[in-house]
């Protein structure tokens, strides 16, 4: 039901602000490549606007559905803390923009310097504006509902962060990135995924997730963005297509550093499972 909402409430969402998104009223009714006429604003505006009916679907759900209360569904032990939402935005960004700013000195010909104020302002305050929601609805989806809901069945942090990887790739292998390489690709949003889903369920809060998630994109959008991806390249710096075997083998270096220095602030409480803390809490 989630997923349906998703596609056919996005689907709506964006016909009802295409027109708003600076694309030429004449492609509209001429017809033409709609999505190639829009300035990258516009572009990233569509693209975002429609993960609002995800965002309001998972909470529709979860608490009218399950009946759960929603505090339960980004925190099963205590009160949301914003400063452990810090933390995994700080540590994902020094973990992932430590490399490239590494490569910025060390490569400079590999990047362009990108900005224009006329393209990249507007570009900015839609990404801040919007890639919260579109973030923070991929977490509830995949790392709340989907790991409560294979919480219930298992109890293994390694099972239910594979899992959640794997299903966290499939949808972002549709991305124009993936061309030429799927393996490389699924490793690389696998990772992400992993890393993501392994913090969720030791803290049994989605708190460092939705930080870290954010982090990842804001940068990918505003500060490096790299040609065929599947957000427009209007990044401060841009480079060529994403070396997905370079990416991935940072990875194997970053997903344990974020695990180990996100640490601070778990829950001490004895062990059991994501699942049976909300499904208790909202009986």
């Known amino acids: 039901m989630i997923l349906l909402l998703w596609l056919v409430g996005g ?8 027109p708003y998104t600076g694309v030429n009223p004449s492609v509209l009714v001429d ?10 604003w516009g572009f990233l505006f569509f693209a975002l606007i429609t993960f609002v009916p995800l965002f309001v679907g998972v909470l529709l759900a979860y608490r009218w559905i399950l009946g759960v209360k929603l505090r339960y569904l980004f925190s099963t032990v205590q009160d949301f803390r914003w ?4 933390l ?68 293994n942090i390694l099972v239910l962060s594979i899992i959640s990887g794997v299903a966290f790739s499939l949808p972002h292998l549709l991305n ?16 992400v ?33 790299y040609e065929g991806g599947a957000l427009p ?16 083998i940072v990875g194997l270096l970053v997903v344990p550093l974020f695990i ?7 829950p001490k409480a004895p062990k059991i499972t994501f699942s049976d803390d909300a499904l208790q809490a909202g009986s």
């Open 88 to 155: 995994g935005f700080w540590v994902w960004l020094i973990l992932i923009g430590g490399p490239v700013v590494i490569s910025l000195i060390a490569t400079p010909d590999q990047y362009r310097f990108n900005y224009q104020p006329e393209t990249f302002i507007p570009f900015a305050i839609i990404g801040l504006l919007l890639l919260p929601i579109q973030t923070t609805a991929e977490e509830l989806f995949f790392r709340g509902w989907i790991l409560q809901w294979a919480g219930k069945r298992i109890g």
């Open 176 to 191: 124009p990135e993936v061309a030429g390489d799927f393996l490389g690709a699924f490793l690389g949003y696998f990772s």
């Open 260 to 266: 180990l220095l996100t640490r601070a602030g778990r």
């Open 233 to 248: 390249a209007d990044a401060l710096f841009v480079a060529g297509p994403i070396e997905w075997g370079t990416n991935n």
């Open 31 to 40: 017809g033409g490549d709609v999505l190639g006429a829009m300035p990258g």
């Open 83 to 86: 400063w452990r939402v810090g």
């Open 193 to 225: 995924g992993f890393a993501l889903a392994w913090v969720t369920v030791r803290d049994r809060s989605l708190e460092v997730a939705i930080g870290a998630h954010l982090s990842n994109n804001l940068f990918a959008a505003l500060v490096v963005g």
């Open 11 to 18: 689907s709506l969402l964006g016909l009802v602000f295409l």
